[in-house]
């Protein structure tokens, strides 16, 4: 991956952020550990030094300033190299190993001359040795310091800083390599969707966003963008069918049409004759505006811009309302018409299509069944769902015609000679798909079963 893009990358970004925030973080945790450590370790030495100089205070409250000296002096003669003192009077220096002029009163941080030895072994740059020191001055005058070796702190303090230097720097280069890391795996992600982008733009509409299946939101992304290809690839799909049909489908009637007026203007020999001719021919044109409408119709239906329009309706009020308006018209052609619906069945989607696909699975029932024939009307409701069937004992459809009479214009050899365009139950199973449902045909031994499924309303 180009180092351009990965420094573009919002994930190598955030990554740097991250590990920005973590370093200043760890400074944070760094500087309160160096100061807790080092100030435990301080304040251990002003207590040891505050203890000697109450000691050697209480000597001199005994016996005065010679006391006082008789015990600096033995505390150096037992080889204490941590202690030292210093005690001084009128600038002169009665007892000790630290010069005159460090007599101040006070706390104070200062440095004292090592031997070659020590130097060699603890600060062979400088030859000096860090020491903290108290001064307290005397009911006399006279001033007692009481200082102590201070190299082990000064070594903490070395060793704290040391591994702070060392800490940040592995953070800021663990905090870069995942970034990098980062922005390299979000960028290869990227680079997939762009180039299965690419193969579409070029056409081919078969190709998808892989799913690594972590979970994550590139996982969610690319299921989103799939699912809108596949309904793309369908609305292209759907698109193509109609420009198949309107070739194929309409070809016949538009042929008809043509050879009607071409015998008129050949044959024809009067003004009735052409009046007959006219009139067919507006027939024959209606019939095949109808086509086109009901291509239209079911192309906008498949195209799921009306799921805009979806709104809780009253199923069993319009169930009722179409066995009603249908028994009339079965019983003027002989048909027998019963409904069996359950009361109170609200639903959420487009009242409008729904009657029309319920119309049309009726209004197929009774053109397609011989007079006579029974044709059930049920609705009820299980396991959350409205179940709507249309059921007749007709002829009913063969077994491997089951699967194709959903297609645009496809009718049975019986079906040809009864009028209709062969769109009903297409335009039924794309109002049921709308409702992200599926129009189910069974045999009905004898006869035909037809049903779906709609979600009940909240």
Request: with cysteine; proline share 3%.
């Given at each position: 991956?180009p180092?351009?893009?990965?420094f573009?990358s919002?994930a190598?970004?955030?990554?740097l952020a991250?590990?920005?925030?973590f370093t200043?973080?760890?400074?944070?945790?760094?500087?309160?550990?160096?100061?807790?450590t080092a100030?435990y370790?301080?304040?251990?030495?002003?207590?040891t030094?505050?203890?000697e100089?109450?000691s050697l205070?209480?000597?001199?409250?005994?016996?005065?300033?010679?006391?006082?000296?008789?015990a600096i002096n033995?505390?150096l003669?037992?080889?204490n190299?941590?202690n030292h003192?210093?005690?001084?009077?009128?600038?002169?220096?009665?007892?000790?190993?630290l010069s005159?002029t460090?007599?101040?009163?006070?706390?104070?941080?200062?440095?004292?001359?090592i031997d070659?030895?020590s130097?060699?072994?603890?600060?062979?740059?400088s030859?000096r040795?860090p020491i903290?020191?108290h001064?307290t001055?005397?009911?006399?005058?006279?001033?007692?310091?009481?200082a102590?070796?201070?190299r082990q702190l000064?070594?903490?303090?070395?060793?704290?800083?040391?591994a702070?230097?060392?800490?940040?720097?592995v953070?800021l280069?663990?905090?870069?390599?995942g970034?990098?890391l980062m922005g390299?795996?979000?960028?290869?992600r990227?680079?997939?969707?762009n180039?299965?982008a690419?193969?579409?733009?070029d056409?081919?509409?078969?190709q998808?966003?892989?799913?690594?299946g972590?979970?994550?939101e590139?996982?969610?992304?690319?299921?989103?963008?799939n699912g809108m290809?596949?309904?793309i690839?369908r609305?292209?799909?759907?698109?193509r069918?109609?420009?198949?049909?309107?070739?194929?489908?309409?070809?016949?009637?538009?042929?008809?049409?043509r050879?009607?007026?071409d015998t008129?203007r050949?044959?024809?020999r009067s003004v009735?004759?052409?009046?007959?001719a006219v009139?067919?021919a507006?027939?024959q044109?209606?019939?095949?505006?109808?086509t086109f409408?009901?291509l239209?119709?079911?192309a906008?239906i498949?195209s799921?811009?009306r799921?805009?329009?979806?709104t809780r309706?009253?199923?069993s009020?319009?169930a009722?309302?179409?066995?009603e308006?249908y028994?009339v018209?079965?019983e003027?052609?002989?048909?027998?018409?019963?409904?069996e619906i359950?009361?109170?069945?609200?639903v959420r989607?487009?009242?409008?299509l729904?009657?029309?696909?319920?119309?049309?699975?009726?209004e197929?029932?009774i053109?397609?069944?011989?007079?006579?024939?029974?044709i059930?009307?049920?609705?009820?409701?299980?396991?959350?769902s409205a179940?709507?069937c249309?059921a007749?004992n007709?002829?009913?459809?063969?077994?491997e015609a089951i699967?194709?009479?959903?297609?645009?214009?496809?009718?049975?050899?019986?079906?040809r000679?009864?009028?209709?365009?062969?769109?009903?139950?297409?335009?039924?199973a794309a109002v049921?798909?709308?409702?992200?449902?599926?129009?189910?045909?069974?045999?009905?031994?004898?006869g035909l079963?037809?049903?779906?499924?709609?979600?009940l309303?909240d």
């Amino acid at each position: 991956m180009p180092l351009p893009n990965l420094f573009r990358s919002r994930a190598f970004r955030n990554g740097l952020a991250y590990a920005g925030l973590f370093t200043f973080s760890a400074v944070i945790l760094f500087a309160v550990v160096y100061w807790q450590t080092a100030g435990y370790m301080k304040s251990r030495i002003h207590a040891t030094i505050a203890h000697e100089t109450h000691s050697l205070t209480r000597e001199y409250d005994a016996g005065g300033l010679a006391e006082l000296k008789n015990a600096i002096n033995d505390r150096l003669e037992s080889g204490n190299s941590d202690n030292h003192y210093l005690l001084v009077a009128h600038g002169a220096r009665l007892a000790g190993d630290l010069s005159a002029t460090a007599g101040t009163v006070g706390w104070s941080e200062a440095y004292r001359p090592i031997d070659s030895v020590s130097a060699a072994r603890d600060r062979p740059d400088s030859g000096r040795a860090p020491i903290i020191r108290h001064g307290t001055q005397l009911p006399d005058g006279a001033i007692l310091v009481v200082a102590r070796d201070a190299r082990q702190l000064a070594a903490l303090r070395a060793r704290l800083v040391y591994a702070v230097l060392w800490g940040l720097l592995v953070v800021l280069l663990l905090g870069a390599a995942g970034g990098a890391l980062m922005g390299r795996a979000a960028l290869r992600r990227v680079e997939n969707i762009n180039r299965v982008a690419s193969r579409i733009s070029d056409g081919d509409l078969s190709q998808r966003v892989p799913d690594s299946g972590r979970g994550d939101e590139f996982d969610h992304l690319a299921r989103h963008l799939n699912g809108m290809l596949d309904q793309i690839e369908r609305l292209m799909h759907s698109m193509r069918q109609v420009s198949s049909d309107i070739a194929h489908d309409l070809r016949t009637p538009l042929g008809r049409l043509r050879q009607g007026l071409d015998t008129a203007r050949v044959q024809a020999r009067s003004v009735d004759d052409y009046q007959r001719a006219v009139d067919r021919a507006i027939v024959q044109t209606d019939q095949i505006l109808e086509t086109f409408s009901a291509l239209l119709r079911i192309a906008q239906i498949e195209s799921g811009s009306r799921r805009a329009r979806f709104t809780r309706f009253d199923l069993s009020a319009l169930a009722d309302t179409l066995a009603e308006t249908y028994t009339v018209v079965a019983e003027e052609t002989g048909h027998v018409l019963a409904a069996e619906i359950e009361p109170a069945v609200a639903v959420r989607g487009d009242r409008e299509l729904v009657t029309q696909a319920l119309a049309n699975l009726i209004e197929n029932a009774i053109t397609h069944t011989p007079p006579g024939s029974h044709i059930d009307i049920r609705l009820r409701t299980s396991q959350g769902s409205a179940v709507v069937c249309i059921a007749d004992n007709g002829p009913g459809i063969p077994s491997e015609a089951i699967d194709k009479v959903t297609q645009r214009f496809y009718r049975l050899e019986a079906s040809r000679t009864t009028p209709g365009s062969g769109l009903g139950l297409s335009m039924a199973a794309a109002v049921v798909d709308l409702h992200d449902a599926v129009l189910s045909l069974e045999d009905n031994a004898p006869g035909l079963s037809v049903s779906f499924r709609l979600p009940l309303a909240d």
